[in-house]
């Protein structure tokens, strides 16, 4: 029922909104892309487990809204009739990657985290092959969906990576404007992956990363798909991408109008008191909160002419559980270009689903202006802990981190990795989120054979981390696992080994001496034999973690 009324309020195009550029108006060089900064940070923030909220709004097909609009896959995907349930066979995507400046953070990232104008529906199996690779041209495809390619990069791309992620040519275009709306968003981020970016000029993007995306750009012109999305992320989040609005504004930056002065945008702001943002009959959806927590959501209120100060109420159905910050709000600071970042929090005190309406009244203007809140509260989580699994694809360069999916309901999962030098010394101590609860591996590509990596991994869900998981371990030799808790014996035989165990055995993975894995087994049982090529291997279970050395003649 909410979703149905949801997808009709967003179903109006938009148009921009007077005066709403007004500040990039007459600026050229660093100068310009700061007010680009500033103009994009002013939105509203969502929790990211709202996300799915939105894109039947931002990334729908134009002939069936039921239908995902994939810029990642040619396969048929169709929205959730849940509200804010996820597509099965879908992530989240972040076209910009998340690692790249460490995904989550408390002081940094947070916005980027969850920002609309670079997060997309993608197939999954496009998402775990695409990773955090940097954009560009493949010369050598190691995957290949028909949309999705990655791969080897042409001379001088990659940055340093030795694969890259090439998007159809429908939508390199696409990407290209997103990477430069990124690189003015959040101009300010420290970068852990710099193949695209670097934090040492105020361009942000490095040279190979500019010419690549100014090409795409100029032959992938802006569609009309990038134009109704740019409107949609707009009712959604109240900001937009300037790139799509003004397809030369990346000349004047990064590009062969770089030093002039823009002139774009500049509305004369006439005639009565305007309310720009929220824009009229927004639905914002906090998403799922566990009882006993609160959520806090920032609606940006700008206004044009505004006469006196503002009144803000909440008011109707679930009123009570939801609060606005203040009740009046400054003409001055309203109308000013920064505009007012109003916060409303959701305190649920019953289970269930929740609705309000926010208004915004006075300050001159001819009626008032009202947006939807909406928000569901669930029971607290009760998170069992997870099994981490030993990595696979271990090289001297990188390795994949696996555990098993909980049966528990997840948001995402947490992959807590440490690495220490060879006297046991701590380098580094960082946590890695997933996308989402359906993930249940995680490369890492800065492995060092002379140094120990460890990881275990928690579940998340609303707020709540599940106990850590057993602890894997990755040393010198490549080779993974923790103590053993379970006999088991091997018999070596012509081609192969005999398994000899008191009870059937499940998950066993068989490692080269290189670490990669050549053979999974869902369960083998007492005197079962495993037929390899000659070699030397290393066999471990779920439930005999120690690992075992095979000997095949």
Same mark, same amino acid.
């Given at each position: 029922m909410l979703f149905s009324?949801?997808?009709?309020?967003?179903?109006?195009?938009?148009d921009v909104p007077v005066g709403y550029y007004n500040t990039l108006s007459g600026k050229s060089g660093q100068a310009l892309k700061n007010a680009i900064h500033d103009l994009a940070i002013q939105r509203t923030v969502h929790s990211y487990g709202s996300l799915w909220t939105y894109f039947p709004q931002t990334d729908c097909m134009p002939d069936d809204p039921r239908r995902v609009w994939d810029m990642y896959s040619n396969y048929t995907y169709y929205f959730s009739s849940r509200l804010g349930s996820s597509t099965s066979g879908m992530n989240k995507e972040h076209a910009l990657p998340k690692s790249w400046w460490g995904g989550y953070n408390e002081n940094q990232g947070y916005i980027a985290y969850t920002d609309l104008n670079h997060l997309y529906p993608s197939d999954a199996n496009a998402n775990s092959a695409k990773l955090h690779y940097p954009l560009g041209e493949v010369s050598r495809t190691n995957f290949?969906?028909?949309?999705?390619k990655t791969g080897t990069p042409k001379t001088g791309q990659g940055g340093g990576s030795s694969v890259v992620f090439e998007p159809d040519d429908r939508y390199k275009g696409d990407f290209a404007r997103t990477y430069f709306y990124m690189a003015a968003a959040y101009q300010d981020y420290q970068w852990k992956y710099t193949w695209m970016?670097?934090?040492?000029?105020?361009l942000t993007l490095n040279q190979w990363s500019i010419d690549l995306l100014l090409r795409w750009a100029r032959e992938d012109p802006v569609s009309d798909k990038e134009k109704a999305r740019n409107d949609a992320v707009y009712r959604c989040q109240n900001n937009r991408n300037p790139f799509i609005d003004f397809p030369d504004l990346m000349e004047y930056i990064w590009g062969n109008r770089a030093g002039e002065v823009f002139t774009g945008g500049n509305d004369v702001i006439t005639g009565p008191p305007e309310l720009i943002s929220p824009v009229q009959d927004t639905e914002v959806y906090f998403g799922e909160v566990a009882l006993g927590k609160t959520l806090s959501i920032t609606v940006y209120v700008k206004g044009h002419n505004l006469t006196s100060n503002l009144t803000v109420t909440i008011y109707r159905d679930d009123a009570t559980m939801f609060k606005s910050a203040v009740s009046s709000i400054d003409r001055q600071t309203a109308n000013s270009a920064q505009g007012y970042p109003l916060t @409303?929090? !959701?305190t649920p005190t019953e289970l269930g689903d929740h609705k309000t309406r926010l208004v915004i009244s006075d300050g001159g203007l001819t009626g008032s202006f009202g947006?939807?809140?909406?928000?569901?509260?669930?029971?607290v989580p009760n998170l069992h802990a997870v099994t981490a699994l030993p990595a696979e694809e271990i090289t001297d360069s990188s390795y994949i981190a696996s555990w098993r999916a909980t049966?528990?309901? @997840?948001? !995402?999962?947490?992959?807590?990795?440490?690495?220490?030098?060879k006297l046991g010394n701590v380098i580094d101590s960082e946590a890695f989120t997933t996308d989402d609860?359906?993930?249940t591996t995680m490369e890492f590509t800065d492995r060092n054979p002379a140094h120990i990596h460890t990881y275990n991994v928690q579940s998340y869900r609303l707020g709540y981390l599940s106990p850590e998981s057993n602890v894997i371990t990755i040393d010198q030799s490549g080779i993974t696992g923790v103590e053993a808790d379970r006999p088991l014996a091997l018999l070596m035989s012509a081609g192969g080994v005999v398994v000899k165990c008191g009870e059937p055995l499940e998950d066993v993975v068989i490692y080269n001496?290189?670490?990669?894995?050549?053979r999974r087994i869902d369960e083998v049982r007492n005197d079962d034999t495993i037929t390899l090529p000659s070699g030397i291997y290393i066999l471990t279970t779920r439930s005999s973690h120690q690992a075992y050395k095979v000997v095949v003649f």
């Amino acid at each position: 029922m909410l979703f149905s009324a949801i997808s009709v309020v967003f179903a109006a195009i938009a148009d921009v909104p007077v005066g709403y550029y007004n500040t990039l108006s007459g600026k050229s060089g660093q100068a310009l892309k700061n007010a680009i900064h500033d103009l994009a940070i002013q939105r509203t923030v969502h929790s990211y487990g709202s996300l799915w909220t939105y894109f039947p709004q931002t990334d729908c097909m134009p002939d069936d809204p039921r239908r995902v609009w994939d810029m990642y896959s040619n396969y048929t995907y169709y929205f959730s009739s849940r509200l804010g349930s996820s597509t099965s066979g879908m992530n989240k995507e972040h076209a910009l990657p998340k690692s790249w400046w460490g995904g989550y953070n408390e002081n940094q990232g947070y916005i980027a985290y969850t920002d609309l104008n670079h997060l997309y529906p993608s197939d999954a199996n496009a998402n775990s092959a695409k990773l955090h690779y940097p954009l560009g041209e493949v010369s050598r495809t190691n995957f290949d969906n028909g949309v999705t390619k990655t791969g080897t990069p042409k001379t001088g791309q990659g940055g340093g990576s030795s694969v890259v992620f090439e998007p159809d040519d429908r939508y390199k275009g696409d990407f290209a404007r997103t990477y430069f709306y990124m690189a003015a968003a959040y101009q300010d981020y420290q970068w852990k992956y710099t193949w695209m970016m670097t934090g040492n000029t105020w361009l942000t993007l490095n040279q190979w990363s500019i010419d690549l995306l100014l090409r795409w750009a100029r032959e992938d012109p802006v569609s009309d798909k990038e134009k109704a999305r740019n409107d949609a992320v707009y009712r959604c989040q109240n900001n937009r991408n300037p790139f799509i609005d003004f397809p030369d504004l990346m000349e004047y930056i990064w590009g062969n109008r770089a030093g002039e002065v823009f002139t774009g945008g500049n509305d004369v702001i006439t005639g009565p008191p305007e309310l720009i943002s929220p824009v009229q009959d927004t639905e914002v959806y906090f998403g799922e909160v566990a009882l006993g927590k609160t959520l806090s959501i920032t609606v940006y209120v700008k206004g044009h002419n505004l006469t006196s100060n503002l009144t803000v109420t909440i008011y109707r159905d679930d009123a009570t559980m939801f609060k606005s910050a203040v009740s009046s709000i400054d003409r001055q600071t309203a109308n000013s270009a920064q505009g007012y970042p109003l916060t @409303v929090t !959701y305190t649920p005190t019953e289970l269930g689903d929740h609705k309000t309406r926010l208004v915004i009244s006075d300050g001159g203007l001819t009626g008032s202006f009202g947006m939807g809140l909406n928000a569901s509260c669930r029971a607290v989580p009760n998170l069992h802990a997870v099994t981490a699994l030993p990595a696979e694809e271990i090289t001297d360069s990188s390795y994949i981190a696996s555990w098993r999916a909980t049966s528990d309901e @997840v948001d !995402y999962y947490v992959v807590n990795r440490t690495i220490y030098d060879k006297l046991g010394n701590v380098i580094d101590s960082e946590a890695f989120t997933t996308d989402d609860g359906q993930q249940t591996t995680m490369e890492f590509t800065d492995r060092n054979p002379a140094h120990i990596h460890t990881y275990n991994v928690q579940s998340y869900r609303l707020g709540y981390l599940s106990p850590e998981s057993n602890v894997i371990t990755i040393d010198q030799s490549g080779i993974t696992g923790v103590e053993a808790d379970r006999p088991l014996a091997l018999l070596m035989s012509a081609g192969g080994v005999v398994v000899k165990c008191g009870e059937p055995l499940e998950d066993v993975v068989i490692y080269n001496t290189r670490g990669q894995v050549v053979r999974r087994i869902d369960e083998v049982r007492n005197d079962d034999t495993i037929t390899l090529p000659s070699g030397i291997y290393i066999l471990t279970t779920r439930s005999s973690h120690q690992a075992y050395k095979v000997v095949v003649f």
